[in-house]
């Protein structure tokens, strides 16, 4: 099937080339001209394992291609798919749909015959009946739009696996719509592989997408809160974690104590959620979720105070080395990244702070550029006073206690991950701090 994918960021790129592995013919559309230029080159503009080889293989078969002009979209097919960014918006809690709502614009006054546009931004409940009203203003006479909704769970880092074989398809769809019917010739391959369709309105579409990430973020916090108890209490959330976990209603993903979650997605979905829970007058229905920020951003402040009483109270000078910058392994995004907010917080206090991260420098970078970059990771702990662990890439789970002693100025570490063997390292002569143990 010929289809395009509009907005190529980690999702649409992604999203894009999966598709054409997947045996369609595929344009990829995006306004970033840079963007465009490298990834018609076979080069993918950020870090995801896997994606370049997928990109090269497609553009060379012909399948693959791309493009900054929206005439050529709508020329090129009737199925388009929309994953261009919704960020938080400045100054609100709410998403903002400014990229989203050009698509439209840009997009469907171009357009001819009949068309379907399957969103896969994540969009505040409501977004797609009002694009589906947008798009009967702006359609040329004898042009129909179509809007359904195709949420997306990827996970940055599997991004490829996600969505060559999704461990679900979300669809929601119009009345008398075909969307289903193009989406099941779409993904007939994962369909056939047994992955769950389900089928559902607009509304329960886009709720499923913000509803999945908030569970996931209330997770992560629940274990941070009771890592905050158990540092008091002089318990090891670790453990406690490990014996809940057991509970298969439970289950041990996602309870790992430590820095908290960040990234493109969970910080500003869950507010974004708390937003449009206000402007339809439900509020009061996910109030907690303000908890589960406000918990997931008092990990950071933590770090950052243990950081200053390993100095006794005061970081001005103090030569620290954070290890990540990204905002989880396997990937180069630092968008709203912990570990890059808690380098941020102690090169602010007067640290002398030294970053290193295998993939997220070149954008930590643009946003901090005050801080100083090690090439790698021997020259990043070379005099250290203090290091901090703050996303747990393998090569810093695999350090070697005793050669990193030998490099450091001081051996004094804090585990923001909770990931590293804490007799190990202490047996090699390290103090080591993690969240939610005292040992
Ligand atoms: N990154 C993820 O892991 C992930 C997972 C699931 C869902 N999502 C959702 O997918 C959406 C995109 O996220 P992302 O991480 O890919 O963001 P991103 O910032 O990496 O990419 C967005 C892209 O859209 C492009 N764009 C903006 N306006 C455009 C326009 N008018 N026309 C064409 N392109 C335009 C930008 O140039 C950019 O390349 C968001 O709603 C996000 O919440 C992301």
């Known amino acids: 099937m010929r289809m395009t994918v509009i907005g190529t960021g980690y999702l649409g790129a992604t999203h894009a080339a999966c598709m054409a592995e997947l045996g369609h013919e595929v344009l990829g559309v995006d306004v970033d001209a840079a963007k465009i230029e490298a990834l018609q080159a076979g080069k993918v503009p950020f870090f995801e394992p896997g994606l370049p080889e997928v990109l090269e293989r497609n553009i060379e078969a012909g399948r693959l291609s791309f493009t900054t ?41 171009k357009l001819t015959g009949e068309n379907l546009i399957l969103g896969k931004s994540t969009v505040p409940v409501g977004t797609a009946a009002e694009l589906q009203d947008m798009a009967n ?33 979300v669809l929601g769809v119009q009345d008398g719509g075909r969307a289903e019917e193009v989406a099941r010739e779409i993904y007939a391959q994962p369909l056939a592989g047994g992955t769950p369709f389900i089928t559902t309105d607009l509304q329960t579409a886009e709720l499923v997408k913000v509803s999945a990430n908030a569970f996931l973020a209330t997770k992560i916090s629940f274990i941070n809160a009771v890592s905050e108890i158990c540092e008091i209490a002089g318990a090891d959330v670790t453990q406690l974690a490990d014996a809940i976990g057991y509970d298969d209603r439970i289950g041990r993903k ?41 918990i997931n951003m008092r990990r950071r402040d933590r770090v950052v105070d ?19 910058c990204a905002f989880k392994p396997n990937s180069d995004d630092v968008r709203d990244s912990p570990a890059l907010s808690v380098a941020g917080s102690l090169s602010l206090a007067g640290a002398a702070v030294t970053v290193y991260d295998p993939e997220g420098m070149a954008n930590a970078k643009k946003v901090f550029p005050t801080l100083n970059y090690a090439p790698d990771c021997e020259s990043a702990l070379r005099d250290a006073e203090l290091v901090i662990l703050a996303t747990e890439w393998k090569e810093f789970k695999e350090l070697d206690p005793a050669a990193a002693g030998e490099l450091v100025s001081r051996r004094h570490i804090i585990d923001g991950r909770n990931v590293l063997d804490v007799e190990a390292w202490q047996t090699a002569g390290w103090t080591l701090d993690a969240l939610g143990r005292s040992l």
């Open 137 to 169: 203003e702006l359609a040329p006479a004898g042009t129909t739009v179509e809007i359904a909704w195709n949420p997306e769970f990827l996970r940055e880092g599997y991004a490829v696996k996600d969505t060559i074989t999704p461990d679900r398809i």
């Open 69 to 109: 002009e929206y005439t050529e979209a709508a020329e090129f097919a009737k199925v388009h798919f929309l994953g261009v960014g919704t960020p938080q918006r400045h100054g609100s809690y709410a998403a903002d749909m400014t990229y989203v709502k050009a698509v439209i614009t840009d997009l469907v006054p």
């Open 306 to 324: 243990l950081a200053k009483a390993s100095f006794a109270g005061s970081l001005l000078g103090h030569r620290v080395t954070v290890l990540g």
């Open 254 to 294: 996602f309870l790992g104590a430590g820095l908290g979650f960040g990234g493109g997605c969970l910080p500003k979905d869950i507010r974004a959620f708390m937003a449009r829970a206000g402007e339809l007058g439900a509020d009061q229905a996910l109030t907690f979720l303000r908890e589960v920020d406000a």
